[in-house]
């Protein structure tokens, strides 16, 4: 009878590890945060666009000189639903925004945010008016096509993956368009009020001042007294005669009014 040997011993098996679901290597994740300038800006959020300062120093150290940092763009209730791509062939395109909820665009040379500032210092998401959501590059940077919110994000991309990302931006909510049915066709502005109310009574003193002098001089024609009156002329100073001319030069001048005489009535 053969004896039983010893019992097998049962090794562990593995525990299968969860797998990215673009199989993107994870990135480093930086500090720091993308943000609306905060400056005084003409512009800086308008309804399909918005302003946001370049990303300098931040990736150095974490990127070469020729790899590409992009911006992420998400509507903010699918931000934490985006993957890193693997590399640029899995960019999500501009085109598919409204389905996939994100998109990436405005690639740049790592080079062109590195210490110290060598351009402008700001971006602007939207303003390529020359793409839509039927035509154009896949990476174009088209207008937005609704207020929002978004957050967005800027992302290192080298060739064999994503190297550096920085953090979600907070929400950003562009402009809203209002209807052409609510817009005041006058709107107001200071002191207005105050022109019209002087407007109006100046319209209102003319008028009775002109009723008063019609009926100031109606009054004039019917009263005899008074027209009388209005119609004698006086003098308040001597004024010498005119001297005669001579015989036969032109014809004699005409013989002066009375004291008492009356002028032709305008009544």
């Known amino acids: 009878m053969q004896r039983p040997g010893p019992p097998l011993l049962r090794l562990p098996q593995p525990v299968p590890t969860a797998r990215p679901l673009t199989g993107a290597a994870p990135a480093a994740l930086l500090p720091y945060v993308p943000r609306v300038p905060r400056q005084a800006l003409a512009g800086k959020v308008t309804a399909t666009t918005f302003a946001l300062d370049k990303p300098f120093c931040v990736f150095d150290g974490y990127a070469d000189a020729t790899d590409g940092v992009w911006l992420a763009v998400a509507f903010a209730n699918a931000s934490a639903a985006f993957r890193n ?7 999500p395109p501009y085109q598919r925004l409204r389905a996939a909820l994100s998109y990436m665009t405005l690639e740049t040379p790592a080079a062109a945010y590195a210490c110290p500032e060598q351009s402008a210092a700001i971006l602007r998401v939207g303003s390529d008016t020359t793409c839509s959501a039927e035509r154009g ?14 957050r967005v994000k800027f992302l290192a991309l080298g060739s ?8 979600w931006s907070e929400p950003i909510i562009l402009r809203q368009a209002r209807s052409p049915g609510t817009l005041d066709p006058s709107p107001t502005r200071r002191g207005s009020a105050a022109l019209i109310i002087a407007s109006i009574l100046a319209c209102l003193g003319a008028a009775l001042a002109l009723g008063l002098l019609s009926a100031v001089r109606a009054q004039l024609c019917r ?12 003098q308040t100073h001597h004024i010498p005669p005119a001297p005669s001319r001579p015989p036969g030069e032109g014809h004699s001048p005409p013989a002066p009014a009375s004291p008492g005489a009356a002028a032709p009535s305008s009544c």
């Open 160 to 167: 064999r993956g994503p190297k550096a990302e920085t953090r």
């Open 85 to 91: 791509p693997a590399s640029a062939a899995d960019i």
């Open 137 to 150: 590059p896949a990476s174009c940077n088209g207008p937005l096509p609704s207020p929002g919110p978004y």
């Open 223 to 234: 009263d005899p007294a008074i027209s009388f009156f209005a119609r004698s002329s006086y």
